[in-house]
């Protein structure tokens, strides 16, 4: 099924005039470690599939929904059966600042289940189930009503998170209401200064927290720590910049805020499971 590899990276290549892919797998082959830009999601239809992600294995029984983030080191055993492997243009989405709070959904790999929620795992089922009907269709919407598909399907994902986020948060509707408002101005800031030095103090001055309770509440509510958060804004700027073939790449980690090219290489290779050189050669790769 992976058409083209090169090291670990799959080039995904969508149909003309799409910008989404759906394979009815039944091959009963093992795939390789590899990644790709693209957002993945799969669902069981016969026989249960292990998928290491990261190095984590996920079960995905019949009916489960697998979501695998843009850039995650992924392989599968050879294990027959059949499954929906579903991939999508993950800058359609990425690039839209309106989404940026919907596409924190999938910023982690996950299962969803019954077991996890079961209103979520019929809507997961029923996504999938209406895309592969709707990629099988002449339409010229048939793109833009899956990318609806998916949007809708990431918000109740996003919904699920923030609830349990709340619960273990132990706070009621008011407070995950403020916390939201404080956040989203906090990201907002980032997203508008990223490529500058930011303080854990100016960030704590944007929330109107002490520092303390800013760096805890934000780990808490965001799942990662306010610097992972800078990091991981530099490093999805920096692959924008690296698009551009005439920027040098010293000159990309300066303009996406990395205050070395040792640093960026570190930190976008944690990120993106490559260096900043090979993500380049990549993508000169894919225009050739």
Avoid at 119 to 132: G, N, P, Q, R
């Amino acid at each position: 099924m992976i058409k083209h590899l090169s090291g670990d990276y799959e080039t995904v290549e969508y149909d003309e005039k799409k910008y989404v892919m759906l394979y009815d797998n039944v091959e009963d082959e093992a795939y390789p470690v590899h990644w790709h830009s693209a957002v993945e999601l799969i669902m069981a239809i016969k026989n249960t599939y292990v998928v290491n992600v990261g190095g984590i294995d996920y079960t995905i029984r019949e009916n489960d929904v697998l979501l695998i983030p843009s850039g995650e080191l992924h392989s599968m055993p050879a294990i027959p059966g059949r499954r929906l492997i579903f991939q999508c243009d993950n800058r359609i989405l990425g690039d839209v600042p309106a989404l940026d709070s919907v596409m924190r959904a999938v910023s982690v790999p996950v299962v969803i289940t019954p077991e996890m929620d079961k209103e979520l795992s019929l809507i997961a089922k029923k996504t999938m189930l209406d895309i592969f009907g709707l990629y099988n269709s002449k339409s010229e919407l048939s793109d833009v009503r899956i990318y609806i598909k998916l949007i809708e399907l990431f918000m109740e994902l996003r919904e699920y998170q923030l609830k349990q986020q709340q619960m273990a948060m132990d706070v009621d509707d008011e407070k995950i209401d403020e916390y939201s408002e404080k956040f989203g101005t906090v990201l907002k800031y980032i997203d508008n200064n990223y490529m500058y030095d930011i303080s854990l103090d100016q960030l704590a001055d944007v929330a109107g927290y002490s520092k303390y309770h800013f760096s805890r509440i934000f780990k808490q509510y965001n799942s990662m720590s306010y610097l992972q958060y800078i990091n991981a804004r530099r490093t999805k700027a920096a692959e924008q910049l690296l698009l551009d073939p005439d920027i040098p790449i010293t000159e990309v980690a300066m303009r996406a805020g990395f205050k070395s090219l040792t640093t960026f290489n570190r930190i976008f290779k944690e990120i993106k499971h490559c260096t900043p050189t090979d993500f380049k050669k990549l993508l000169e790769k894919r225009t050739l």
